[in-house]
């Protein structure tokens, strides 16, 4: 079965950087285009970042465009969300989604942590 396995996450200062992994398993991964979402408290999750499985092209969320950047190994089945200058107001839980058959799959998520 799908199998999605965040890492990364952590407590960081503002300005700071992380790097989220996602490792997946139970698909073909290098045809399956990869997402991260994120949900804060209190707020619904949002769409962060996607990589395509053809040619890599990416999409972002407005406010995180030119300080994250997605990217993927297809030899590791893993997807990775590079974050840079990173806000107060990206502290949210980060999830990997993969749309499989239709439908979509999560992993448990990774906690961001923007403080000072």
């Known amino acids: 079965q799908v199998q999605l396995v965040e890492s990364g996450g952590g407590l960081v200062q503002p300005g700071g950087s992380l790097r989220l992994s996602c490792a997946a398993s139970?698909?073909?991964?290098?045809?399956?285009?990869m997402s991260w979402y994120r949900q804060a408290p209190g707020k619904e999750r949002e769409f962060v970042a996607r990589i395509s499985n053809s040619d890599g092209s990416t999409t972002y969320l407005d406010s995180v465009k030119g300080r994250f950047t997605i990217s993927r190994d297809n030899a590791k089945n893993t997807v990775y969300l590079q974050m840079n200058t990173l806000k107060p107001e990206d502290t949210a839980v980060y999830y990997c989604n993969v749309v499989f058959w239709g439908l979509d799959s999560w992993g448990q998520g990774t906690q961001v942590t923007v403080s000072s």
């Open positions: 139970g698909f073909s991964f290098s045809r399956y285009a």
